[in-house]
């Protein structure tokens, strides 16, 4: 996206990586120790993915499998969040929708290398915040 001259629109991107290293460094300690084969299976075909990524030296066929590869880094967390949706921060989804929104607006250059990956965020955060939002009303109603 820098490349294709996406300009201060990458910063909520930048500081969300770190955001994301700090916590799968985080998750070694607290995080919850239920991995499936589909998590699993998710990771394989991520890294396989981003052995492309590395060997692409186009900014499309980049964000292209960037977007793809955070959607499948996603499955999981879609997977745990229908399971245990009270495991999961509805806001942090919410915020990082809302910031990547933000960021669309900021893009000093609108084409499909910056704006694909944001709108992918959007989606899937977007997504994500419905999923807990509804499971957890199922289960306070189920309960009732």
Partial sequence: MFSSGAGWGITPLVLGAVLCVSIFILSFKYGTKNVTGFD?????????IFCFYLLTHQALLSIILVSVIDVIGFLP??????????SETTSSYVLSAIADGFALGALASFGLTTTLYL?????????????????RCQLKFKTK
């Fill in 40 to 48: 699993l299976a998710c990771l394989i075909s991520a890294l396989v």
């Fill in 77 to 86: 967390t879609f997977r745990k969040a229908y399971a245990e949706p009270y």
């Fill in 119 to 135: 709108f992918t965020l959007i989606v899937v955060d977007g997504f994500c915040s419905v999923l807990i939002i509804v499971r």
